[in-house]
């Protein structure tokens, strides 16, 4: 699995708008310049960001971004699943109305089923609170 700049982006967003959340409303320029993410490509993140429910924008003067729920509230896993689409680690995994006809009779595809499975409670055990919380032991994760 190769995580696309899109959902790395989006991490380093989440994380930088829970770290400015007693600024309020975070200005997506600002977050531009923190992040070394150019604005266009930063403004089709947010979108889908705010879309689903994840931020809360506002226009104009003291406008920007701002998170809507507690960063506790957050994992890694929903926030790459909504960027991403999916995080199986093949493509059999991705969507069971597909399914692959060899299935029954497919000697590995148990293994990818246990891959996918501590991937997903991987990413879901992380929230935006313990990428927050880097320097602690045990929180040395890297986007």
């Known amino acids: ?6 959902g790395r982006y989006a991490l380093r967003v989440m994380v930088d708008l829970a770290e400015h959340r007693a600024d309020g409303y975070v200005p997506l320029k600002e977050i531009a310049e923190r992040q070394e993410i150019s604005e ?12 689903q429910g994840y931020l809360v924008g506002l226009r104009g003067k003291g406008g920007g971004y701002q998170l809507c729920r507690a960063p506790e509230q957050y994992t890694v896993g929903s926030i790459l699943r909504l960027t991403e689409g999916s995080l199986a680690p093949v493509a059999c995994l ?39 919380a880097s320097g602690q032991p045990g929180n040395d994760y890297v986007i």
């Open 1 to 6: 699995m190769v995580v696309s700049t899109k």
């Open 40 to 51: 266009k490509y930063l403004e089709s993140i947010l979108k889908v960001l705010v879309q």
């Open 94 to 132: 991705e969507n069971p109305v597909n399914a692959c006809p060899r299935m029954a009779s497919c000697r590995t595809l148990p293994m990818w089923q246990k891959l996918d499975k501590l991937m997903q409670e991987f990413f879901d055990g992380i929230t935006l609170a313990d990428l927050m």
